[in-house]
């Protein structure tokens, strides 16, 4: 057994009762105990040694992560699958949502469980999302040669062994039509041990391969796990990042402007910033949209464009990622745009302009009538 899989095994938090050894009986009473069951019991509970050595006192922005409470039982408006992945899985662990990729649920297991999880209905469960029907998914994959970008998820791809993984990239190569391979993974934030040398000798043979990872607070990109993401980005691997919008966690200006600059400095594009999706049990982590755009002002000009990720929601019923901005744009007609910048200063841009097509609304591509470019005289003398 390697040694990060010791340290998995031997150090992780599991239980109620070590929680209550770890950070005191006080905030687990044995009068919830019963209830704190069935939280655990809806959803898989893991905390993986480097996430438990993070939490700093209970309820701050890491114990809101991945301690079991009480409130994930109370479900309002959640849904069990709230973005119909099941509705678009035409053979076990695919969905096949966009026209040109697909998903491929690789792995039950994650280091820690976040408690927001989107896949709680599934992750943490080998039943459902069976590692023993890999060849029903991978026989859907070459039968669609519309399908050129597959996403490995899970779970966490990252949680097998260097030996299965491998096997799973020969397969996925061997089907020429698909181009891109990504991998999404938590585990540079959860288990930066995994990230070992001989992991990243082995993906750097499967380019063009790409990892998105997920960090949420500028707290977890601890010197290991920069470590493990600088790893990574020398095996060539370009690196992105899926942050979740979450109350009492990242939902301030302040935390989500240094996450980002920390993200860049350790070579890691940020990608999304999600709005925390409607899922039944984690309802408690949502804010409002207004708080995202709001942060996402705070961002756009205030730091490098390259720490601007896309805010957006995923939409619920499976409509796919909707990106959202703050609102830039005062008006627009025909003559000019009027908008504001980031400090909320004033600007006009002037439409172009041209000879008009009678009857056609601005934006249309109709809009100018095309001109011919006048003709140049023949440079030959006629006889």
């Given at each position: 057994m390697s040694t990060w899989q010791e340290l998995l095994k031997q150090r992780s938090i599991t239980s109620i009762e070590a929680l209550a050894e770890r950070f005191g009986p006080e905030h687990f009473p044995p009068s919830h105990y019963e209830r704190l069951r069935q939280a655990i019991d809806n959803f898989e509970f893991r905390i993986s040694p480097p996430m438990v050595d993070l939490i700093e006192s209970p309820d701050d922005p890491i114990w809101r992560q991945y301690i079991p409470t009480v409130q994930e039982l109370d479900v309002v408006d959640g849904l069990v699958d709230s973005l119909e992945e099941d509705r678009d899985s035409p053979v076990p662990n695919i969905t096949h949502r966009y026209p040109d990729r697909a998903l491929f649920l690789v792995s039950p297991v994650c280091a820690s469980y976040c408690r927001f999880c989107t896949r709680r209905r599934k992750v943490g469960d080998p039943e459902k999302i069976p590692m023993s029907q890999f060849e029903s998914a991978f026989q859907y994959l070459e039968a669609h040669p519309e399908i050129r970008d597959v996403i490995m998820s899970g779970g966490?791809?990252?949680?097998?062994?260097?030996?299965?993984?491998?096997?799973?990239?020969?397969?996925?190569?061997?089907?020429?039509?698909?181009?891109?391979?990504?991998?999404?993974?938590?585990?540079?934030?959860?288990?930066?041990?995994?990230?070992?040398?001989?992991?990243?000798?082995?993906?750097?043979?499967?380019?063009?391969?790409?990892?998105?990872?997920?960090?949420?607070?500028?707290?977890?990109?601890?010197?290991?796990?920069?470590?493990?993401?600088?790893r990574l980005a020398d095996a060539g691997i370009p690196l992105g990042c899926q942050t979740v919008l979450l109350k009492g966690v990242n939902d301030t200006p302040e935390v989500m402007v240094k996450l980002m600059q920390g993200l860049l400095k350790a070579r890691v594009r940020p990608y999304y910033i999600y709005m925390a999706d409607?899922?039944?049990?984690?309802?408690?982590?949502?804010?409002?949209?207004?708080?995202?755009?709001?942060?996402?002002?705070?961002?756009?000009?205030?730091?490098?464009?390259?720490?601007?990720?896309?805010?957006?929601?995923?939409?619920?019923?499976?409509?796919?990622?909707?990106?959202?901005?703050?609102?830039?744009?005062?008006?627009?007609?025909?003559?000019?745009?009027?908008?504001?910048?980031?400090?909320?200063?004033?600007?006009?841009?002037?439409?172009?302009?041209?000879?008009?097509?009678?009857?056609?609304?601005?934006?249309?591509?109709?809009?100018?009538?095309?001109?011919?470019?006048?003709?140049?005289?023949?440079?030959?003398?006629?006889?």
């Open positions: 966490d791809p990252l949680m097998l062994s260097d030996r299965r993984l491998e096997a799973m990239l020969i397969r996925l190569r061997a089907i020429k039509h698909i181009e891109i391979i990504r991998i999404g993974s938590r585990v540079p934030c959860h288990l930066p041990e995994r990230i070992t040398p001989e992991l990243c000798a082995m993906l750097r043979q499967f380019h063009p391969l790409f990892i998105n990872t997920h960090f949420n607070h500028p707290l977890e990109l601890t010197p290991s796990a920069v470590d493990g993401l600088g409607q899922v039944a049990g984690a309802e408690h982590f949502r804010t409002t949209v207004e708080t995202g755009l709001r942060i996402m002002k705070a961002l756009r000009g205030w730091t490098s464009g390259l720490a601007n990720p896309y805010f957006v929601i995923d939409a619920p019923g499976g409509g796919g990622k909707v990106p959202l901005l703050p609102e830039y744009v005062e008006s627009f007609s025909e003559d000019e745009v009027v908008f504001r910048n980031f400090k909320g200063d004033r600007y006009v841009y002037r439409q172009p302009r041209g000879p008009r097509r009678p009857g056609n609304p601005v934006g249309d591509p109709e809009y100018y009538v095309e001109t011919e470019a006048p003709k140049r005289k023949s440079a030959r003398r006629t006889a």
